[in-house]
């Protein structure tokens, strides 16, 4: 083994694309010789992958630079991802920041850092390129080991050209590019090979995987009249990923609403190894909030979503995002979108307040909802969702689920075996953590607490 020559950590925010970018890294710096420590650590290189989402997330992003620099004046800071993508040179005037890289060259990242520390006196420390040509290709990073012990998340597609209302990631993240299918199926066989019992497919838009909508027609309706992705390859994907042996699970990230449709969904249903857990952004209930957002589709169509997949699937976990106080949100609008979530009875549902992202239509746009507004509206969805969840879990009490054992989490004193069912149930068992990395049998008894539910092993 090479001696390690110096030292990095990582610090990782926002989506899963960034934290399966940063295993690539890690392995990257790993496979030159450094040694890859704990964020808290005292290291020679520091590396956060940043998040623009929200206004929050810019700020946890800064925070995390100047922790780094703080905790080793002497180390070299790279900020790289969304957030340096979109605001390169806001980021270069930060003295806690010595290099700035961009998305598509995290993938050279360890030669843009030893070269800089060959010669910090060098004029280049700006490693950003415009995205939002359109002719880029998918910068393959594979990973070889699996990011958890249990699971092993895996990149099939980068960017996104929905370009709605509200958000900054289309020109942080750039156009659709897709990996090739056989990248993504040798990476799924080799990490399912080390012990990984599921893969799950994540990318910035994954319901494109395949496509290219190159203009702005085809932005706009992205497969058809019908508003479906005909042209995606997502299905064939799934199909063959099941055909895989050793691939034991296998689990989507968000997909698009307009992907739905029955030949898609009886695609789904003939693989065996598919969690039945489909998270569908929603944003909003209310039809003319949805068409300010740029989201192409209407609730009723969203509503024959979730319709076709419980035809198709027994008790289907259905999540969603929703966003409260996008500009213009009317109190009757809100009172809309409430009324849709509780007819479309989501398993879960993560509740955002809307943030004004510089550069978005959205953030033009007049009547901003004030911050107070915000909170209440937020409240009583979060209310919603949790009421939403239990009832959720009430339905599936006689359901014999299958549940992959991660880790030991005490709870109310007790210690318990915990894991995701295929249907996204947090489950915990009476179990010794010998039992990690193990899948058991179980049906749901009791709601320990808001994120656990007590499960019986059954043979």
């Given at each position: 083994?090479?001696?390690?020559?110096?030292?990095?950590?990582?610090?990782?925010?926002?989506?899963?694309?960034?934290?399966?970018?940063?295993?690539?890294?890690?392995?990257?710096?790993?496979?030159?010789?450094?040694?890859?420590?704990?964020?808290?650590?005292?290291?020679?290189?520091?590396?956060?992958?940043?998040?623009?989402?929200?206004?929050?997330?810019?700020?946890?992003?800064?925070?995390?630079?100047?922790?780094?620099?703080?905790?080793?004046?002497?180390?070299?800071?790279?900020?790289?991802?969304?957030?340096?993508?979109n605001a390169a040179g806001r980021v270069l005037e930060d003295p806690a920041v010595d290099l700035v890289i961009g998305n598509d060259l995290k993938k050279d990242i360890v030669g843009i850092v030893e070269k800089y520390l060959t010669d910090?006196?060098?004029?280049?420390?700006?490693?950003?390129?415009?995205?939002?040509?359109?002719?880029?290709?998918?910068?393959?990073?594979?990973?070889?080991?699996?990011?958890?012990?249990?699971?092993?998340?895996?990149?099939?597609?980068?960017?996104?050209?929905?370009?709605?209302?509200?958000?900054?990631?289309?020109?942080?993240?750039?156009?659709v590019r897709s990996r090739s299918m056989e990248s993504v199926l040798k990476e799924a066989a080799l990490l399912s090979g080390s012990g990984c019992h599921e893969v799950v497919l994540t990318g910035i838009h994954i319901s494109s995987y395949?496509?290219?909508?190159?203009?702005?027609?085809?932005?706009?309706?992205?497969?058809?009249?019908?508003?479906?992705?005909?042209?995606?390859?997502?299905?064939?994907?799934?199909?063959?990923?099941?055909?895989?042996?050793?691939?034991?699970?296998?689990?989507?990230?968000?997909?698009?609403?307009?992907?739905?449709?029955?030949?898609?969904?009886?695609?789904?249903?003939?693989?065996?190894?598919?969690?039945?857990?489909?998270?569908?952004?929603?944003?909003?209930?209310?039809?003319?909030?949805?068409?300010?957002?740029?989201?192409?589709?209407?609730?009723?169509?969203?509503?024959?979503?979730?319709?076709?997949?419980?035809?198709?699937?027994?008790?289907?976990?259905?999540?969603?995002?929703?966003?409260?106080?996008?500009?213009?949100e009317t109190d009757e609008e809100f009172a809309q979108s409430r009324r849709f979530v509780r007819e479309a009875a989501f398993a879960d549902m993560h509740v955002f307040k809307y943030s004004r992202r510089d550069g978005t239509r959205a953030?033009?746009?007049?009547?901003?909802?004030?911050?107070?507004?915000?909170?209440?509206?937020?409240?009583?969805?979060?209310?919603?969702?949790?009421?939403?969840?239990?009832?959720?879990?009430?339905?599936?009490?006689?359901?014999?689920?299958?549940?992959?054992?991660?880790?030991?989490?005490?709870?109310?004193?007790?210690?318990?075996?915990?894991?995701?069912?295929?249907?996204?149930?947090?489950?915990?068992?009476?179990?010794?953590?010998?039992?990690?990395?193990?899948?058991?049998?179980?049906?749901?008894?009791?709601?320990?607490?808001?994120?656990?539910?007590?499960?019986?092993?059954?043979?």
């Open positions: 083994m090479t001696e390690a020559k110096r030292s990095v950590a990582f610090c990782t925010l926002g989506c899963k694309v960034n934290q399966y970018e940063t295993d690539a890294m890690e392995e990257q710096f790993a496979a030159a010789g450094y040694a890859v420590l704990d964020f808290t650590a005292a290291a020679d290189v520091y590396v956060i992958n940043t998040c623009t989402v929200t206004n929050i997330a810019d700020r946890k992003s800064r925070q995390m630079l100047h922790r780094a620099k703080k905790r080793n004046p002497h180390a070299l800071v790279a900020a790289v991802g969304c957030y340096v993508q910090r006196d060098q004029q280049e420390r700006c490693f950003v390129r415009d995205l939002t040509g359109g002719d880029e290709e998918f910068e393959d990073m594979p990973v070889t080991r699996p990011l958890e012990h249990t699971r092993a998340v895996i990149k099939i597609q980068d960017g996104c050209n929905q370009f709605c209302s509200y958000c900054a990631i289309p020109y942080a993240r750039g156009r395949g496509t290219d909508f190159g203009d702005d027609d085809a932005r706009a309706a992205n497969g058809g009249a019908d508003g479906t992705f005909q042209d995606s390859r997502l299905g064939d994907l799934i199909l063959a990923l099941g055909q895989l042996p050793g691939v034991e699970r296998i689990r989507l990230g968000s997909i698009e609403p307009r992907i739905i449709t029955e030949d898609f969904t009886a695609k789904l249903a003939s693989v065996p190894q598919l969690c039945p857990h489909f998270h569908l952004s929603l944003q909003s209930g209310c039809g003319e909030t949805l068409r300010r957002m740029n989201r192409h589709y209407t609730p009723d169509q969203f509503l024959e979503s979730c319709r076709i997949l419980r035809r198709y699937f027994d008790r289907p976990a259905i999540t969603t995002d929703i966003i409260v106080g996008f500009p213009g953030a033009l746009m007049k009547e901003q909802v004030s911050p107070a507004v915000m909170d209440i509206r937020s409240a009583a969805l979060i209310a919603d969702a949790e009421l939403m969840h239990e009832e959720y879990i009430r339905q599936c009490r006689d359901m014999t689920m299958q549940v992959l054992l991660e880790e030991p989490v005490w709870l109310n004193g007790q210690q318990y075996m915990t894991g995701y069912s295929k249907n996204y149930i947090r489950c915990a068992f009476l179990l010794p953590p010998e039992m990690e990395n193990q899948v058991v049998s179980g049906k749901a008894e009791a709601i320990l607490t808001k994120e656990f539910v007590l499960c019986r092993e059954t043979d």
